[in-house]
């Protein structure tokens, strides 16, 4: 499917997501915690689009709500607990069958040191992350100002609306990495064009 200007795929890819109710509440109150350079990203964001063209229930086979932010000046996990729970409390009283993830950018250098004993760049912003995560299509964030959704998708749109999974190769990504989102992505949707590592 292809569509004639970034505009066009914009406007088509916020007014599908606008159709996901749920995900619209979470987003609404997300903003409301004010939250520093925030995205609700990844998987909730295309599988959603995915769902719509295949006329599936526009939450079908999304796992999880990952909601982004970049503070520099608080790197404590119990932050991060404390917004999670904030989320997952929304979500659970709005009887939301999503799994909650929140995560500060800013110290995903520590997190991949303290769990996986791996060294990766520092993140400078909530985009930057976005930028190097492993497939194209995953690398989609949505926030709200002011009643307005803005799309960062640094690779664009068209990805998305073709299905296909191309990955994104820098130091910090792996082929094992990609092959697993790969293989995730196929139990749950069909006519995925992929591009091999």
């Given amino acids: 499917m292809q569509y004639k200007s970034i505009k066009e795929q914009n406007e088509i890819i916020i007014s599908i997501l606008k159709r996901n109710k749920e995900?619209?509440?979470?987003?609404?109150?997300?903003?409301?915690?004010?939250?520093?350079?925030f995205y609700i990203s990844a998987g909730s964001i295309f599988q959603t689009v995915w769902n719509y063209y295949d006329n599936k229930p526009l939450n079908y086979g999304i796992?999880?709500?990952?909601?982004?932010?970049?503070?520099k000046?608080?790197?404590?996990?119990?932050?991060?607990?404390?917004?999670y729970r904030k989320v997952k409390a929304f979500a659970d009283k709005q009887k939301y069958n999503y799994e909650i993830d929140v995560s500060n950018e800013a110290r995903m250098h520590i997190m991949h040191k303290e769990k996986y004993n791996n060294i990766i760049e520092p993140y400078i912003s909530s985009e930057d992350a976005i930028n190097k995560w492993i497939a194209t299509v995953h690398?989609?964030?949505?926030?709200?100002?002011?009643?307005?959704?803005?799309?960062?998708?640094?690779y664009g749109l068209s990805d998305i609306f073709s299905r296909t999974i191309r990955p994104i190769k820098h130091k910090d990504n792996s082929k094992e990495l990609?092959?697993?989102?790969?293989?995730?992505?196929?139990?749950?949707?069909?006519?995925?064009?992929?591009?091999?590592?």
Avoid: H, Q
């Fill in 139 to 154: 690398s989609i964030g949505i926030t709200k100002t002011n009643d307005e959704i803005k799309i960062y998708a640094p």
């Fill in 63 to 71: 796992k999880d709500i990952d909601i982004i932010y970049f503070n």
């Fill in 73 to 83: 000046k608080d790197l404590s996990v119990d932050t991060d607990l404390m917004y």
């Fill in 23 to 37: 995900l619209m509440s979470i987003l609404t109150y997300v903003e409301k915690l004010k939250l520093p350079n």
């Fill in 178 to 197: 990609y092959d697993k989102k790969v293989n995730s992505w196929k139990e749950r949707f069909d006519n995925l064009n992929i591009i091999e590592w």
